[in-house]
């Protein structure tokens, strides 16, 4: 699949833009603070109805307008798709496809997969938790549309029954509506977890060979998944903690709580690993969620690359460069000697200036 272009109106610090784009290599350049993000977070947009930084819809609208409006033109199995999305301030989003609109935004996710690649997602097993829960979620809500479901009802129950929690604090004469909201946080809870556990023994098997080659075959790779509870015991655990939960006002067990953990050779790398064992084992980790993603829809996907070629050394740099191959790869830059430098085909060049675009071949 590709991104064959993409439109924009009054979207971040762009007042009006479009871009087409090559089905191979696509450099994005200039100055800091020029709007090259902006770029790559509409794509990401464009295709999940989410920011990777996780900003609100009011933070991507230009300043001064009240909405933003965004056309992407992609090419599925020789198949063009027009994504039209329109963002306001104080709405849902309206999505639509091939100009008929989507009853839910769920819908959009699996016309697109996008991997984003960013320095942030370098420092992925030394940040918390919820850095590592974002990456098992973005992920799986592009491949699976009823773990999108699943995960979105176990998020609103969990807000409701934080919310009552707070409330029984105070007085306890609604303490009986907890078994509505239980039954529910578990149904949907328990899906989450299985699907993540699989996702996970799935991943391991891609992540361990691509991490191999890029030690020099001197490293082992694995990914543990850590449920703060086992979905069998969801519903125990739950019934158990309702006292304790009604005291903090929070829900104590669930897949909210969740997290993974990297070990090289049987050590866990984020309190062992060195900076660059950690740096190497997130890249695998991309690279293996690249693998992954071709393998489950048996295409490939669009590679958006936040400046991370200035973040690692050469051999990092090779290794990702060969892992590119035929994907459609967009990449932000602040210039182009590295490119220059690795004999890597420039498709199309883009100059960004104060939120304006120029091509440059």
Same mark, same amino acid.
Request: hydrophobic share 35%; net charge negative.
């Given at each position: 699949m590709i991104v064959e272009s993409i439109n924009l109106k009054n979207y971040r610090n762009y007042e009006l833009m479009n871009i087409e784009f090559s089905d191979r290599t696509n450099i994005i350049y200039g100055d800091n603070a020029?709007?090259?993000t +902006?770029?790559?977070?509409?794509l990401y947009v464009g295709a999940t109805t989410k920011s990777h930084r996780g900003s609100k819809d009011k933070e991507i609208i230009r300043f001064d307008s009240e909405e933003s409006h965004l056309k992407m033109i992609v090419k599925k199995n020789d198949i063009d798709y027009r994504i039209d999305m329109h963002i306001k301030k104080n709405k849902s989003k309206g999505i639509a496809i091939n100009g008929i609109p989507l009853k839910k935004s769920v819908d959009l996710f699996g016309i697109v997969n996008m991997v984003f690649f960013s320095p942030e997602d370098l420092n992925i097993i030394k940040d918390g938790p919820s850095e590592r829960r974002r990456f098992m979620d973005m992920e799986l809500s592009q491949l699976d549309k009823i773990y999108v479901? +699943?995960?979105m009802q176990y998020n609103k129950v969990l807000m409701?029954? +934080?919310k009552l929690l707070k409330d029984l604090f105070y007085r306890d004469d609604n303490k009986? *509506?907890?078994d509505v909201w239980d039954m529910q946080l578990v149904r949907y809870g328990?899906?989450?977890i299985k699907r993540r556990t699989e996702f996970i023994m799935q991943l391991n098997e891609v992540v361990r060979q691509i991490h191999y080659k890029l030690s020099g075959g001197r490293e082992n790779l694995s990914i543990e998944y850590v449920p703060s509870v086992q979905a069998e015991e969801f519903e125990k655990y739950t019934a158990d903690s309702r006292n304790k939960d009604i005291r903090?006002? #929070? *829900? #104590?067990?669930?897949?909210?709580k969740d997290d993974i953990i990297f070990y090289i050779n049987g050590n866990d790398v984020r309190k062992y690993g060195s900076q660059g064992q950690q740096r190497t084992a997130a890249l695998s980790l991309k690279l293996a969620e690249i693998e992954f993603v071709k393998q489950t829809i048996h295409? *490939?996907?669009?590679?958006?690359l936040d400046d991370v070629l200035s973040e690692l050394d050469e051999n990092r740099q090779n290794f990702l460069m060969e892992s590119m191959g035929n994907i459609q790869t967009i990449v932000t830059c602040t210039g182009l000697e590295e490119f220059i430098n690795n004999r890597i085909s420039l498709d199309k060049i883009f100059k960004v200036v104060n939120g304006q675009v120029f091509p440059e071949n």
């Open positions: 020029q709007g090259k +902006n770029i790559l977070e509409a479901h +699943n995960l409701q029954r +934080n009986d *509506t907890l328990s899906e989450v903090f006002g #929070a *829900t #104590a067990y669930g897949p909210h295409d *490939t996907p669009v590679l958006l």
